[in-house]
C-alpha cells in the first residue's frame, strides 16, 4: 500500500485493517496530475474517477513582463544615444 492512502485513511478515521477490508484486494490507484484512474485486477478495464483541465497559463508572468521591462528599457537607452549621436 501507498504510505500517502494509509495516511489519508488514518486522517478520516479508518485504521489499517477497516481499510483492507473496504477496497477490493487487486485495487491499483493512478494518482497524476489533472487524472485519478483505477482498475480492479489485472485483465480489468481502468477506468476514470476523477478528471480536470490544467490551469491555464497567466498572460504574462512576473519574470516575463521583468525582462519585457528591461527590454523596453535598453531599447530606449540605445534610442537616446543614436538621437544624441545625430545632433552632435
Excluded at 481499510?19 to 487524472?35: A, G, K, Q, R
Excluded at 516575463?64 to 545625430?86: I, V
Aim: hydrophobic content about 30%.
Amino acid at each position: 500500500m501507498d504510505p500517502l492512502i494509509g495516511k489519508a485513511a488514518a486522517a478520516v478515521g479508518f485504521t489499517r485493517e477497516q481499510l483492507f477490508s473496504s477496497l477490493p484486494v487487486e485495487l491499483t490507484l493512478w494518482v497524476d496530475p489533472y487524472e485519478v484512474s483505477y482498475r480492479i485486477g489485472e485483465d480489468g478495464s481502468t477506468c476514470v474517477l476523477y478528471k480536470s483541465s490544467p490551469p491555464r497559463p497567466k498572460s504574462a508572468t512576473s519574470a516575463d513582463t521583468s525582462a519585457h521591462r528591461k527590454e523596453k528599457l535598453k531599447t530606449r537607452r540605445s534610442n537616446r544615444s543614436k538621437r544624441f549621436d545625430a545632433m552632435g
